[in-house]
Structure formats: structure tokens, C-alpha cells
């Protein structure tokens, strides 16, 4: 209101903007009732503008119409019969156990790729979950578990494979066990000479217990 105190004084756009320590641009749009004092313009658009016209009209054929009235008046859309087709998409890392997690379950992969970052998609309205590799290759196709139900689904083959790679882990050679033989000639023939100087030497007698 200042801004137009002054310029009916006579100041001019400059003079105001310098007095009010703001832009000329602010000063002329204030002046030309493009903004108003008090009114912050959002800078995001106005959903209400392209029903501006039906709105007018609504309101010229009954001036007191309220917009809750207006709002229980309008005939809603019925909810459509299935969801709308979105689909969530993840990124999870493969354990040391060839599963991945999603939903408080873990679905299983092929062995050998732990530690890969792979892509989890599940769409909307459908029980099935698709694994695919960062390429964009589909690995496997999994039947969704409730969520957080702690399973692991696992598919056959998958369990095969975890199997043969687990079990790969462990020798088929048969122990190579030492033979118990005994001694041979020379062994014997060396022993007593080797057991006598290694054996500690006894006395003859025995000293006489003191009284």
C-alpha cells in the first residue's frame, strides 16, 4: 500500500524501488495489480484452472452453491475391475546362498553369481516375480510368497545346481592312510645299538637309605 501512497505523491518507479529497497519490476507490478500486498503467488500451477469454466457455470446457475455441494453432486468413476498396471522394480545383491531378498522372502538364483546386483520386477495383481541380470536377461521367474512370510522358494533346478556346487567343494579320492608294518632287519639290527645310548644308565646298587 505504500508503494501507491507514494505514487500518487508523485515518486516515481525508481524512487519507490529505491525507498522500499526493492526491484522496479516488483514496484510496477504492484502498481498494476498484477500481485497484491500480502498475496504470495505460488509458483506451481493452479489445479483449478481448467475447470474454471464449468465451475462458472455451476455457480450462475445457482449462486449459492457451496463446493462441498458441488463435490457431492459430481458423479465419481466407479474403481477400476483390476489394478492399475504398475510395476515395482529392485535392485538386490545375491548372497553366499544363491538367494535374493524382497518382500521378507528370498528367492532363489543360480549358484556361482553372489554378490551380483540383480533386478527384481513384480507387477501389480499378479503372483509372480521376475529375476532379471543387469544385462536385462531374464533368469527366472518365481511364484510370489506372501509378504514377510520368511520362505525361501527355491525351484528344482536351482536346488540341483546348489547341491552339485556344494558338493564339488568336497574331495572323492579315498584318504591316503600310512601302512602299520613292522620293523625290518636293518631297523632291528639298529635299534638295540640306538636304544643303548639313548637309554640313561641305571646304577648297580642302590645307595643305603639314611637312618
Not at 521376475?130 to 536351482?158: M, N, Q, Y
Request: net charge positive; with cysteine; aromatic share 6%.
Amino acid at each position: 500500500m505504500e508503494a501507491h501512497a507514494l505514487f500518487k505523491r508523485g515518486w516515481s518507479i525508481s524512487a519507490i524501488a529505491r525507498h522500499l529497497d526493492c526491484d522496479r519490476k516488483i514496484v510496477r507490478s504492484y502498481l498494476s495489480g498484477d500481485r497484491v500486498a500480502g498475496v504470495r503467488r505460488s509458483a506451481a500451477p493452479d489445479p483449478l484452472v481448467p475447470f474454471v469454466g464449468y465451475v462458472k457455470a455451476r455457480f450462475v446457475d445457482d449462486p449459492h452453491l457451496t463446493v462441498g455441494e458441488l463435490a457431492d453432486a459430481e458423479q465419481l468413476m466407479s474403481l477400476p475391475p483390476v489394478p492399475y498396471p504398475a510395476t515395482i522394480e529392485v535392485v538386490r545383491p545375491v548372497d553366499d546362498r544363491a538367494t535374493i531378498a524382497f518382500r521378507g522372502n528370498r528367492y532363489s538364483v543360480n549358484p556361482g553369481i553372489g554378490g551380483t546386483q540383480l533386478t527384481l520386477r513384480h507387477r501389480l495383481g499378479t503372483t509372480t516375480l521376475e529375476v532379471f541380470t543387469p544385462a536385462g536377461a531374464l533368469l527366472v521367474a518365481h511364484r510370489l510368497a506372501p509378504a514377510g512370510a520368511g520362505a525361501v522358494v527355491r525351484t528344482p533346478s536351482h536346488r540341483a545346481a546348489l547341491e552339485a556346487a556344494v558338493l564339488s567343494q568336497f574331495s572323492t579320492e579315498p584318504c591316503d592312510r600310512k601302512a602299520n608294518r613292522p620293523p625290518g632287519t636293518a631297523a632291528l639290527a639298529d635299534g638295540p645299538g640306538c636304544w643303548a645310548a639313548t637309554e640313561p644308565s641305571r646304577p648297580s646298587t642302590w645307595p643305603a637309605w639314611p637312618r
